[in-house]
């Protein structure tokens, strides 16, 4: 009997087998990243992108658009539309911008974005998409949370992972700390502002005070606040007027679906402190409006 013979059968049978196990892995069709849970929009190529309708499209919710596509608010554009990612590295973006995560509406994918370096500082208000550095937080932090503030990453399982006066938020995408001075109060001619998620922030505050007076019956407590002063708050009691509302109360006109003071930009200057008179566009009617 020839003892080369069945050897050499053995050794024919397994030597595919290393190669089976390569190209079954090789074959494998690429899983989607996730990130907390949610899943990662990938970047897309322009042949990737071809088929799908509502790319770029204006939307209000992730659900308006086609996987694996999520719906994002981008102040550059002044709109909300349906997007993938756009770079996976900082070494994928522009000089003066990183590469950054960000949620979309609701429980849509997460998108990467090119993202501006700026000059807001821990605790200040931020633009999650921001449309220059005035609007973007310095190199190091995340702008985060509903209200945009910048932010470093913390732990929840840490309680010594924020420095004083912020604490651990758990916010999309990471957990962020946010600013807090319900304890330690504020500077006098600024008054604690409350802010989602628990945030709240020392401000110097133009308009009613609603967050310790109540508006009346029928109106909301309502903010504002321009990025480049972000020791300011201009607050509001909002009726909103137009389609299915009722008319405004006498005095006050409808402008941008809610009653606004009205003001003459020829006559003497009767909007509040902080305010001018401003009109949105032609049609409008001139109204007070923070002076920002």
């Known amino acids: 009997m020839n003892w080369r013979t069945p050897l050499g059968v053995g050794v024919a049978l397994l030597l595919p087998l290393p190669l089976v196990l390569i190209l079954g892995g090789t074959l494998q069709p690429e899983q989607p990243e996730h990130f907390r849970g949610r899943p990662v929009s990938p970047l897309l190529s322009k042949e990737e992108r071809g088929p799908l309708r509502t790319y770029h ?16 608010m981008d102040a550059r554009a002044h709109a909300q539309y ?27 994918p997460m998108v990467r974005y090119c993202l501006l370096l700026g000059v807001r500082t821990e605790g200040e208000r931020c633009i999650k998409v921001p449309a220059s550095r005035e609007e973007a937080c310095a190199p190091g932090l995340i702008c985060g949370s509903r209200d945009g503030f910048c932010a470093r990453t913390c732990s929840l ?27 330690s109060g504020c500077p006098e001619g600024q008054h604690c502002i409350r802010h989602e998620q628990g945030a709240s922030a020392c401000a110097r505050v133009f308009g009613p005070q609603c967050q310790q007076t109540p508006c009346p019956s ?20 909002e ?8 008319p405004c109360p006498d005095g006050l006109v409808c402008d941008g679906w809610a009653c606004e003071q009205p003001c003459d930009p020829k006559g003497p200057n009767t909007c509040d402190e902080a305010y001018r ?9 001139w109204v007070c409006h923070p002076d920002w």
């Open 239 to 246: 009726q909103r007027c137009g389609k299915d509302f009722p």
């Open 157 to 183: 399982t840490e309680p010594g992972s924020c420095a004083p006066n912020f604490f651990c938020a758990d916010t999309q995408p990471e957990p962020l700390c946010l600013p807090t001075c319900e304890k």
């Open 218 to 237: 029928g109106q909301t407590c309502e903010f504002m606040h321009a990025t480049h002063l972000p020791d300011r708050i201009w607050s509001e009691c």
């Open 57 to 72: 499209r204006n939307c209000t919710r992730s659900a308006d658009c086609e996987a694996p596509l999520g719906c994002l």
């Open 277 to 285: 008179c401003f009109q949105r566009r032609p049609s409008s009617p």
């Open 82 to 108: 349906c997007a993938d990612s756009q770079c996976i590295t900082d070494a994928q973006c522009e000089d003066g911008q990183h590469c950054r995560l960000l949620a979309t509406e609701g429980p849509g």
